[in-house]
């Protein structure tokens, strides 16, 4: 609806003239305060030492460690899209895949073909969790995928 206003939009909004009701520029100030610091929290989570490119590093080092698996870093994404090489892991259902990982090491992701990759050979995993939980997950990854057959 273009009728509603924003919080930005009503930190600009004047009084009326004549009106001097309970609050209305400390209502002004306090969404304007909220909203800077939204926006300066927001700027800081990408960068250097921020929380989500800290979770992102993390997943995609650990994930390249692996063997046989490779994946891209990504530039503003909060998940990863690795691959399976096909030739250390000849997953032919790569829902099975994901279910197998599910049930065994109580992981989820969502298999490649979700999202209508072509081949079976990626899944995606999302990088908001900890590093911590990150790194627990991935461990367990690299277990499962130690010893998985199709």
Known sequence: MTDLLSGSDLARVEPPPGVTGFGFTEVRYLLARHNSRRRENRSRWG?????????????W???????GVSAVKPKGALYVFPKLDPAV????????FALDLLLDQKLFIVHG?????????HFRIVTLPR??????????????????TQ
């Open 113 to 121: 073909t979700g999202f209508n990759w072509p081949k079976p050979d």
């Open 61 to 67: 080092s650990m994930l390249n460690d692996i063997p």
């Open 89 to 96: 892991y000849p997953i032919v259902d790569d829902e099975k």
């Open 131 to 148: 590093v911590e939980d990150l790194r627990e997950a991935i461990t367990r990854l690299a277990t499962f995928l130690e010893t998985y």
């Open 47 to 59: 960068l250097a030492g921020g929380r989500l490119r800290e979770q992102r590093d993390a997943a």
